[in-house]
């Protein structure tokens, strides 16, 4: 079945770190962009970051740009999110998303939350 | 920064058509795609490239874009349809994605 599946949502301290696992199953996962998309509780989508196929480049809302750095490895048909000084705000379910035509989210994961309190 | 607006809300009665609205500067330069979320749900694509529809979504969901406006019409809405839309697109000077505010549809 053709589907991305999250990892590694928790509860983290004010100020931790906390890394996001997406596997993929059944495409060819270096064949595409991929994307972080977060939703805090009872608030819309949040665009949060974006890499090409290779890893080459990356681009990142304003909001997380230095704390958090998008990165895969096709040979693991993986993305990962790493998040850095994390803060309330931060608190959200986050979704990763297959890009298609490199525009725009066609394939979606179930979503990991990531709470961020004391 | 640049920022799609769309309503906070929309309600339609059972068979009627609703509408809901996405503006931004940089359409139609940008493309505009569509994304519907139910209640717990992970999103899940509409309308792609300003109207066209994946295979999986039913034909009363059409879109369209004029000037800076995109639009998203359901023809004969059902109670299933309820739920949050999404207008997104992209920054006009790079490959950075940007979501509208969300507009919550309520048909009763």
């Known amino acids: 079945e053709v589907q991305l599946v999250e990892s590694g949502g928790g509860l983290v301290q004010p100020g931790g770190s906390r890394r996001l696992s997406c596997t993929a199953s059944?495409?060819?996962?270096?064949?595409?962009?991929m994307s972080w998309v977060r939703q805090a509780p009872g608030k819309g989508l949040e665009w949060v970051a974006n890499?090409?196929?290779?890893?080459?480049?990356?681009k990142y809302a304003d909001s997380v740009k230095g704390r958090f750095t998008i990165s895969r490895d096709n040979a693991k048909n993986s993305l990962y999110l790493e998040m850095n000084s994390l803060r309330g705000d931060d608190t959200a379910t986050y979704y990763c998303?297959?890009?298609?035509?490199?525009?725009?989210?066609?394939?979606w994961g179930q979503g990991a939350l990531v709470t961020v309190s004391s | 920064s640049y920022e799609l607006t769309q309503p906070p809300s929309v309600s339609v009665s059972p068979g009627q058509a609703a509408t809901i609205t996405c503006s931004g500067d940089a359409f139609p330069t940008k493309l505009a795609y569509w994304y519907q979320q139910k209640s717990g749900q992970a999103p899940v694509l509409l309308i792609f490239e300003d109207y066209k529809r994946p295979s999986n979504i039913p034909a009363r969901f059409a879109a369209s874009t004029s000037g800076t406006t995109a639009t998203l019409t359901i023809t004969g809405a059902q109670m299933e349809d309820e739920g949050d839309y999404y207008c997104y697109s992209t920054h006009p000077t790079g490959n950075v994605g940007v979501f509208g505010g969300g507009t919550k549809l309520t048909v009763l």
């Open positions: 890499i090409n196929e290779h890893g080459g480049e990356k």
């Open positions: 998303g297959r890009v298609k035509s490199a525009a725009h989210i066609d394939l």
């Open positions: 059944d495409f060819t996962f270096g064949h595409y962009w």
